[in-house]
């Protein structure tokens, strides 16, 4: 809703950029150690123009030790290997991706414009860029027609890649949406709170990655989260005794305004 009901999208000029980060100089000091550029898709600033950016941000902020974006896997794969490694070398060190989901009918059926070949691949460039990755699961998105491919196709997908970190999200239907029509018609059938439990157990239960699991979102049933495969036994614990309670004891399915 937010993009397609906004403003255009554009690419906001570089001294824009330079002046927002003088102002912010101004008002924080030089000893700021953490920085966001933040918008959809950052990643597809143009590379050198996003570089320059990273790189007067780090000379106006010594202490800086992290500079994190967004960006989606398709534009990130446009980029390929060698623009990834000159924004690490201007100071970009985190990208957050919206990986959704590893299997690609649910996809295309989400039109995520890129499949999963082409988020694997992005993934492992930016690995191997030197770059911190962050990507986000979207628990029940396949519905229940779906929800073991979805579950076990991403494990598979993330499982090549070993991001640094996965996130978790739950899908809930918004407004203005194709999905909540779908939803309404009875093409879409979500998951109830039981079926996204069973389904992050599936995820989680093939994982072979050595990330950060993270349940940070106010969607999620239970606050899953650990370090794999360490803490795999513990966490699948955590969603055991979360399938003994009875799933009127979890938040009612809401559609969401914004």
């Not at 600033?45 to 960006?71: D, H, N």
């Not at 978790?168 to 999905?179: E, G, M």
Request: charged share 25%.
């Amino acid at each position: 809703m937010v993009y397609k009901q906004g403003p255009a999208y554009r690419v906001r000029p570089v001294k824009d950029i330079k002046n927002d980060l003088d102002e912010a100089k101004q008002l924080y000091g030089s000893g700021i150690r953490s920085l966001f550029f933040p918008a959809g898709n950052t990643i597809a600033m143009p590379t050198t123009e996003l570089a320059e950016i990273c790189t007067y941000a780090k000379s106006l902020f010594p202490a800086l030790e992290r500079i994190t974006v967004y960006g989606s896997s398709r534009y990130i794969y446009d980029k390929g290997p060698e623009a990834l490694r000159v924004l690490r070398e201007s100071g970009l060190s985190r990208i957050h991706v919206g990986f959704e989901s590893g299997d690609d009918e649910v996809l295309r059926s989400i039109k995520k414009g890129a499949d999963a070949t082409m988020q694997i691949q992005a993934g492992i460039w930016v690995r191997e860029a030197g770059i911190e990755l962050s990507e986000y699961v979207i628990l029940g998105i396949g519905g229940r027609n779906r929800t073991s491919e979805h579950a076990l196709h991403t494990a598979t997908a993330l499982s090549k890649i070993d991001p640094h970190f996965i996130r978790l999200r739950t899908f809930l239907p918004k407004i203005n949406t194709l999905l909540l029509h779908q939803i309404q018609k009875g093409k879409f059938q979500m998951l109830s709170p039981h079926g996204v439990l069973r389904e992050t157990r599936l995820l989680i239960e093939h994982l072979e990655v050595t990330s950060d699991i993270l349940s940070d979102h106010y969607t999620n049933y239970a606050d899953v989260h650990g370090k794999m495969p360490r803490d795999k036994d513990r966490m699948l614990q955590v969603i055991d005794e979360c399938l003994t309670l009875d799933e009127s004891s979890y938040r009612p399915v809401y559609i969401g305004t914004q």
